[in-house]
Every structure is written in C-alpha cells, then in structure tokens.
T-cell receptor, first 113, second 114 residues
Framework: GDSVTQMEGPVTLSEEAFLTINCTYTATGYPSLFWYVQYPGEGLQLLLKATKADDKGSNKGFEATYRKETTSFHLEKGSVQVSDSAVYFCALRLNTGGFKTIFGAGTRLFVKA | ETGVTQTPRHLVMGMTNKKSLKCEQHLGHNAMYWYKQSAKKPLELMFVYNFKEQTENNSVPSRFSPECPNSSHLFLHLHTLQPEDSALYLC?????????????FGDGTRLSIL
C-alpha cells in the first residue's frame, strides 16, 4: 500500500549545522510530496511541496527534491537556527482515487544554541 | 495562519461528560478532516468530509461522533471517553478536485480525560 517512511528522531544539532531529514515513499501513480512543520503548541503548517519528478520545493532556507528514481524527498537546510526546533512531517498526496494524504511519523528536531 | 480555527484550545473532561470540539475554516475549502495526534504515535486520520458528506471513517469508536453542517464548520462530539483518548485533536481543510493542494491545519484542541 501507499506509505511514507521518515527517519526516526529526535535529531539534535548545534546552531548553523547542516540538516538532512530522510523521507522515502511508496505510492501508486504520481503523488505530490510535501513537508509540513509543527512548532510547539501549534498545528501542522505547510513548509514546502513538489508536484512532479525533479521538482525542488523550497521555503525559509529549507529544500527538498522529488526523486522518482529513488522514491525520496529528503529535507535539507544548510544552516539551522534554534527557531527551527520543531517536528517535521513528510507527506504524500495521491492524485487519484480520493486525493488521500498520507503522513510520515514525524521527526523531532532540537537545535542547540 | 488563522484560516482554520479550533475551539477550545484545551479541554479537560471526565469519562462520563459530553463535550464538543469545534472547527471553522475561512479558506473556502470543500473538504474537512479530523486527526488524532498522540505522543509517540503517527498522526491518525479519523474522519473525512467532502462537500459535507462523510467519505471516510477510519474505524473510529462510536464515542466520537462527527458532524459537518456545512462546508465551513466541523464538529467532533465526545461522549463517554476513555483515558487513552487524551491527545491533541487536529482539524484540517483542503480544496479537493484540484491537484497538488496541501491541507491547512488548525492549532488543535488538547484533550485530557480524567
């Protein structure tokens, strides 16, 4: 079945370190891919998205590239800040059969000053 | 973002109480969702409403009863809950029928069952 797998956390980094959070997916057809972020005490917010193979989504210094050949959508940021501490969710949306969204389990990121 | 508003933000109730969670979206979307988020567990989709019609019920116990009177409002009626129902309940909306559209979430209701 369709699914999203992302690396388990927590991930702890020092400020200005490089961030990678891995995400791979299994899906029939050609899904759209998303990264959402959840800050403490809030709901999920869309961080970035990519809708077809080789698309790169970017926002707030974060990037992720839709890699169809490896079924991956890894999240990267060159220099993290304390304010990036949050839970990050990878998700896919099927573009057929009800447009269902499937979320990964989430990866908690702690950034130390 | 204030596009999806949930009330109350926090709720403490006993197992025999009846309460309701409310969600309102101001984005003109035609689909709304309830999710349950528990510590150390993946996000669980509970119910989906599309054009006010329930299109998905993921084996949710009958002590949770959703209501969608129109495409802007969604309720979750709670009755005789169990301690394991303590969680963050998130409402979301989206525009179905358009490719590649993300879901927009409210800030959730933190529910604690005594």
């Amino acid at each position: 079945g369709d699914s999203v797998t992302q690396m388990e956390g927590p991930v702890t980094l020092s400020e200005e370190a490089f961030l990678t959070i891995n995400c791979t997916y299994t899906a029939t057809g050609y899904p759209s891919l998303f990264w959402y972020v959840q800050y403490p005490g809030e709901g999920l917010q869309l961080l970035l998205k990519a809708t077809k193979a080789d698309d790169k989504g970017s926002n707030k210094g974060f990037e992720a590239t839709y890699r169809k050949e490896t079924t991956s959508f890894h999240l990267e940021k060159g220099s993290v800040q304390v304010s990036d501490s949050a839970v990050y969710f990878c998700a896919l949306r099927l573009n057929t059969g009800g447009f269902k969204t499937i979320f990964g389990a989430g990866t908690r990121l702690f950034v130390k000053a | 973002e204030t596009g999806v508003t949930q009330t109350p933000r926090h709720l403490v109730m006993g197992m025999t109480n009846k309460k309701s969670l409310k969600c309102e979206q101001h984005l003109g979307h035609n689909a709304m969702y309830w999710y349950k988020q528990s510590a150390k567990k993946p996000l669980e989709l509970m119910f989906v409403y599309n054009f006010k019609e329930q299109t998905e019920n993921n084996s949710v116990p009958s002590r949770f009863s959703p209501e969608c009177p129109n495409s802007s409002h969604l309720f979750l009626h709670l009755h005789t809950l169990q301690p394991e129902d303590s969680a963050l309940y998130l409402c979301a909306s989206s525009q179905e029928g358009q490719r590649n559209q993300p879901q927009h979430f409210g800030d959730g209701t933190r529910l604690s069952i005594l």
